[in-house]
């Protein structure tokens, strides 16, 4: 009964250092292990997509604002949506999408929870990041987020989730509490 044990604990310790030893990838080998795949994920969210021209990405902002899903922010061009759900509190989401060559190739946004200022340590942007990354996880699905060095050591680090040709960058701004975003294709239409 003893050896029976003894069989089962050396099995566990093993299985425990075979999975402590599990190798994880570098951003440069997760980035050229996605890019060499011939997968393309073109969804952002709510209909936005890679590729989309300039007149169909205001149409849809028409249409999704006519259902209350996409607001105009301030005075200017960039589009808010709200979040009531999947966070710790509510989250608004301002974007805009740059339009080069008339093509969704890349979207810059930021994350804040719904009133928060950079002085509420349970609404700042390091819970909020915390928050983005796990729901974006559930949203995208695909490989996890990276954490990465930011590029002054400084500053917190940053998470990227890389899938086939879809980048994501997440980076806290410490000064205003919000969190940026940054959707990138990486195999860019010329």
């Not at 902002?61 to 922010?73: P, V």
């Not at 917190?156 to 806290?172: F, Q, V």
């Amino acid at each position: 009964m003893k050896r029976s044990y003894l069989g089962i604990l050396i099995t566990l310790i093993s299985l425990a250092i075979t999975i402590g030893c599990k190798k994880h990838l570098t951003y440069q080998e997760i980035l050229d292990v996605e890019l060499a795949k011939d997968d393309r994920y073109d969804s952002l969210f709510y209909g936005i997509h890679f590729n989309m021209t300039t007149p169909a990405f205001l149409d849809h902002c028409f249409e999704m604002n006519q259902q209350k899903i996409f607001y105009q922010y301030g005075v200017g061009s960039e589009v808010i949506i709200k979040f009531e759900k999947g966070f710790k509190y509510p989250v608004d989401f301002v974007f805009f999408p740059n339009l080069e060559k008339h093509l969704i190739q890349e979207l810059k946004g930021r994350f804040s929870y719904y009133g928060s200022n950079p002085f509420q340590k349970d609404r700042g942007s390091h819970v909020l990041i915390a928050d983005l990354v796990r729901q974006m996880e559930k949203w995208y699905g695909g490989r996890k987020f990276i954490k990465m060095a930011a590029s002054e050591k400084w500053l917190p680090e940053i998470y990227i989730k890389i899938d086939g040709n879809r980048k994501i960058t997440l980076e806290e701004n410490i000064i205003t509490g919000e969190v940026n975003v940054l959707y990138e294709d990486l195999k860019r239409i010329l």
